[in-house]
C-alpha cells in the first residue's frame, strides 16, 4: 500500500540548515509527484516544494532562496533542504504524493515536528 | 498568490445536524479545490478533490460543491468521528491552503 514517512533532526539551531527526508512506499517517484507541506503548533497549512515524476520542481515563493527539493528514485527517498533557519520555521513538516490524476494531495505522511532553537 | 478565505474558523453542531463550510478564493480557480480533515495529532487526509469529486472510501455524508471562486464543503448527518478541523485547498495555481474551520460536537 501506498506510504510515505518523514524522518529529520527533531531540533535545529537558528540560522543552521534542516535536512528531512520522505521516504516512500508502495509506489514510484517516478511515476508521481511528492510535495512537502508544513504546519505550526496550532496553525494551517503551507505548502513548500515538490518535485515530480519527470523530476522538476517547484517551490514556494516566499520560501524559494532558502530551499531545495531533491530525490534519490534508487531509495524512493525525497530531500528537502532549508537554510537560514529562524523560530517561525518551527513546525510539523509533511509530505503528501500528488495522484496522476491532479495536483491535490492524496497520501500524506504522519509528519516531524522539527523545533528551531538554541 | 492566490488566497483562500475559509469561513467559519470554528463551528459547533450537534450530532445528526448538516454543516456546511466555506472558501473563497481570490480569484477563479476553476474547480481547482481540494478539502481536507485532520484530526488532532494526525495528518490531513483528503476528502473531496475538483471541488466535487469524493476521494475513495470517504463517507458519502461528505460531498463539495462550487464554482469559480466560492466552494463550500457539506456533511450530512454529523458523527462523532466526523470531530476534526477541515482544510480547503486552491491547486489551479500553485497551492494555497484556507485558514482551516475546527469543528467540534455542541
Known amino acids: 500500500q501506498v506510504q510515505l514517512k518523514e524522518s529529520g533532526p527533531g531540533l535545529v539551531q537558528p540560522s543552521r540548515t534542516l535536512s528531512l527526508t520522505c521516504t516512500v512506499s508502495?509506489?514510484?517517484?517516478?511515476?508521481?509527484?511528492v510535495n512537502w507541506v508544513r504546519q505550526p503548533p496550532g496553525k494551517g497549512l503551507e505548502w513548500i516544494a515538490a518535485?515530480?515524476?519527470?523530476?522538476?520542481?517547484d517551490y514556494n515563493s516566499a520560501l524559494k532562496s532558502r530551499l531545495s527539493i531533491s530525490r534519490d528514485t534508487s531509495k524512493s527517498q525525497v530531500l528537502l533542504k532549508m537554510n537560514s533557519l529562524q523560530t517561525e520555521d518551527t513546525a510539523m513538516y509533511f509530505c503528501?504524493?500528488?495522484?496522476?490524476?491532479?495536483?491535490?494531495?492524496?497520501?500524506w505522511g504522519q509528519g516531524v515536528m522539527v523545533t528551531v532553537s538554541s | 498568490d492566490i488566497q483562500m478565505t475559509q469561513s467559519p474558523a470554528s463551528l459547533s453542531a450537534s450530532l445528526g445536524e448538516t454543516v456546511t463550510i466555506e472558501c473563497r478564493a481570490s480569484e477563479d480557480i476553476y474547480n481547482g479545490l481540494a478539502w481536507y480533515q485532520q484530526k488532532p495529532g494526525k495528518s490531513p487526509q483528503l476528502l473531496i478533490y475538483n471541488a466535487n469529486s469524493l476521494h475513495t472510501g470517504v463517507p458519502s455524508r461528505f460531498s463539495g460543491s462550487g464554482s469559480g471562486t466560492q466552494y463550500s464543503l457539506k456533511i450530512n448527518s454529523l458523527q462523532s468521528e466526523d470531530v476534526a478541523s477541515y482544510f480547503c485547498q486552491q491547486y489551479y495555481d500553485y497551492w494555497t491552503f484556507g485558514g482551516g474551520t475546527k469543528l467540534e460536537l455542541k
Open positions: 518535485i515530480w515524476s519527470g523530476g522538476s520542481t
Open positions: 508502495g509506489f514510484s517517484l517516478t511515476s508521481y509527484g
Open positions: 503528501a504524493r500528488s495522484p496522476l490524476t491532479g495536483d491535490y494531495f492524496d497520501y
